[in-house]
């Protein structure tokens, strides 16, 4: 055979055949090109009008009618595709440097000019090592896990999802980017809910019994005030005892405000007016070394929150300023303004979403935060004093009882020595609308707390439910006793009553039990739900019943017989 060949070889998807071919042996060669029919015509052609001598015939794809027509046109949809593809989407050579880029990446990375230079220069600097390590691995097809999370140089909130496989042998990669911005806050809103979940869980049940102990403590120093007026020796030690119950009914809404579970009494409030209340207890609390600046800004507006909670948010961010500032001193500058947000503000994990605010500031120069402590500040007992000196619960209270209201919290610092600001937006009202409030309220207040008919009374605590049955029966009302759910089921079909008031939590017979036994009968009689927990919680155990109120403990002789009258006048 006087014919030989060489084989077909790729490069950059352009094809190239060179064929030797003489006289028959052109023959030979064109049934070696096989399916390439047009080419094959070519060299039989070839073979018969010339059948002798030699001859170079090159034939390179890419002619009008041929296969690199094709090729190219398919090279081209490729590249289109790669350019106008949503999702971000860069070629790395082996010194990591952009060798191609998409639309998608060039508008993340904020640069039209982004090709040529190193990818790590996009990327948040703490991410740079793991980085160049990941791709050299890639590259050398040694890396069984191709995906990495990075935030971005332009923009440190930005979270992506870093994509990366080996394209060819050359040391190259192909990276994928994928914005996971909303999907990493997604991911620390959990964590922070379970976190928040887990020790609520355990401040509700500590709190439950607490309020129990607290409600007959209150209960019984207002039945001795009923005996001993201001002038009675008495009075004196009765309001002592009665003081210090109510701090710690405080204490135990702070216990469980972190975890978002207290029960709020909101109220439409001048920040203004509540900071100046606070103004002489804040100097106290921050002592000589500190120097406090308060300015307000105008048109403030109202916010509707429970004032004591509000307290305790300003007071533990004054006291974590001066904390901050215990060994040089310095000044610690609260500000008050009208802020609008007009497009979402990305801040721990959530959005702030857009609308009318008030803004209240707590500015320190004292150390700062460091950078790595950022995401933990709010953290169920995180800290970084020292053993003995702080609890952790400070600013996760404060987070909590932000949250519960539903406000937002916003924290900055430059670093260690650079201070700290923390900046707690709350929603805005008009002062129309305090007046409608205060209008509807005034209408609604019973003149006096006296009355008269049957309350079926149901608690398990024994101390509680002797002051609920002597403060009841002192306002003129006729009181039947159950001392667990149990009882209060035996004796239902027996008595007759006008409204029942039953504790929620009880052994073997809840409350919820109660309540529909009640209604089969009696009707659509009013109830008095009491409980230690929150009404959210209690209240989804009966949110199908109807004319249903909720009294939260501890409560106060004054508070029980206002509710009973509400609920007596409503039948």
């Given at each position: 055979m006087t014919g030989m060949s060489v084989p077909l070889q790729r490069q950059n998807t352009v094809i190239v055949t060179v064929l030797l071919a003489s006289g028959a042996g052109g023959l030979v060669a064109a049934l070696y090109l096989g399916g390439i029919l047009w080419l094959s015509w070519l060299v039989i052609a070839l073979a018969v009008?010339?059948?002798?001598?030699?001859?170079?015939?090159?034939?390179?794809?890419?002619?009008?009618?041929?296969?690199?027509?094709?090729?190219?046109?398919?090279?081209?949809?490729?590249?289109?595709l790669f350019n106008q593809s949503p999702v971000a989407m860069a070629q790395i050579d082996s010194a990591h440097r952009i060798a191609a880029s998409n639309l998608a990446l060039r508008r993340l990375?904020?640069?039209?000019?982004?090709?040529?230079?190193?990818?790590?220069?996009?990327?948040?600097?703490?991410?740079?090592e793991v980085l160049r390590q990941r791709l050299t691995e890639i590259a050398a097809g040694n890396d069984s896990e191709s995906s990495l999370v990075v935030s971005l140089a332009n923009d440190s909130d930005y979270v992506v999802s870093v994509y990366a496989a080996q394209l060819v042998d050359d040391g190259s990669v192909i990276l994928t980017l994928i914005d996971t911005t909303r999907l990493s806050m997604l991911e620390q809103q959990i964590a922070q809910s379970q976190k928040m979940q887990a020790v609520g869980q355990l401040a509700g049940g500590i709190a439950h019994d607490f309020n129990n102990l607290l409600t007959a403590m209150i209960g019984f120093c207002d039945l001795l005030l009923q005996r001993h007026r201001a002038?009675?020796?008495?009075?004196?030690?009765?309001?002592?005892?009665?003081?210090?119950?109510?701090?710690?009914?405080?204490?135990?809404?702070?216990?469980?405000?972190?975890?978002?579970?207290?029960?709020?009494?909101?109220?439409?409030?001048?920040?203004?007016?509540?900071?100046?209340?606070?103004?002489?207890?804040?100097?106290?609390?921050?002592?000589?070394?500190v120097q406090m600046t308060m300015t307000h800004g105008r048109d403030l507006g109202l916010v509707k929150v429970d004032q004591g909670q509000l307290d305790q948010v300003v007071i533990n961010l004054a006291v974590n300023a001066r904390d901050a500032m215990a060994e040089t001193g310095g000044e610690m500058t609260i500000a008050t303004d009208h802020v609008t947000v007009r497009s979402p503000i990305r801040a721990h994990g959530e959005e702030v979403a857009p609308g009318d605010y008030v803004a209240i500031s707590v500015r320190d120069t004292g150390t700062g935060i460091k950078p790595e402590n950022l995401e933990r500040i709010f953290d169920p007992f995180f800290t970084t004093k020292e053993v003995g000196a702080g609890t952790g619960l400070g600013l996760s209270t404060v987070y909590g009882i932000v949250k519960q209201t539903g406000g937002y919290i916003l924290v900055e610092s430059g670093g260690e020595g650079q201070g700290t600001t923390f900046t707690v937006l709350l929603k805005r009202?008009?002062?129309?609308?305090?007046?409608?409030?205060?209008?509807?309220?005034?209408?609604?207040?019973?003149?006096?707390?006296?009355?008269?008919?049957?309350?079926f009374l149901v608690e398990d605590e024994d101390p509680v439910r002797l002051f609920g049955a002597r403060a009841l029966r002192s306002k003129g009302y006729k009181v039947i006793e159950a001392r667990n759910g149990e009882a209060a089921l035996e004796l239902m079909d027996s008595e007759?009553?006008?409204?029942?008031?039953?504790?929620?939590?009880?052994?073997?017979?809840?409350?919820?039990?109660?309540?529909?036994?009640?209604?089969?009968?009696?009707?659509?009689?009013?109830?008095?739900?009491?409980?230690?927990?929150?009404?959210?919680?209690?209240?989804?155990?009966?949110?199908?019943?109807?004319?249903?109120?909720?009294?939260?403990?501890?409560?106060?002789?004054?508070?029980?017989a206002g509710k009973v009258k509400d609920a007596m006048e409503s039948r």
């Open positions: 009008a010339f059948p002798a001598g030699w001859y170079l015939l090159v034939v390179r794809a890419g002619t009008q009618d041929g296969p690199g027509s094709a090729a190219r046109h398919i090279d081209n949809r490729y590249k289109e990375f904020g640069d039209d000019a982004p090709d040529g230079r190193a990818f790590e220069e996009f990327v948040a600097e703490e991410h740079h002038g009675d020796q008495s009075f004196a030690d009765i309001m002592q005892i009665k003081q210090n119950a109510n701090r710690a009914a405080r204490l135990v809404r702070q216990l469980l405000a972190f975890s978002r579970q207290q029960t709020l009494e909101p109220q439409f409030l001048s920040v203004a007016d509540v900071l100046a209340e606070l103004t002489n207890l804040l100097q106290r609390l921050l002592g000589e070394r009202y008009d002062v129309q609308e305090r007046e409608n409030a205060a209008e509807s309220e005034r209408l609604d207040a019973p003149k006096d707390v006296t009355g008269g008919g049957t309350v007759k009553f006008d409204l029942l008031i039953t504790d929620m939590v009880m052994p073997r017979v809840g409350g919820a039990e109660v309540i529909r036994e009640a209604r089969r009968t009696h009707g659509n009689i009013p109830v008095i739900c009491i409980s230690g927990y929150t009404e959210e919680s209690i209240l989804r155990e009966v949110e199908a019943i109807e004319n249903v109120t909720f009294l939260p403990k501890p409560f106060s002789l004054q508070q029980l």
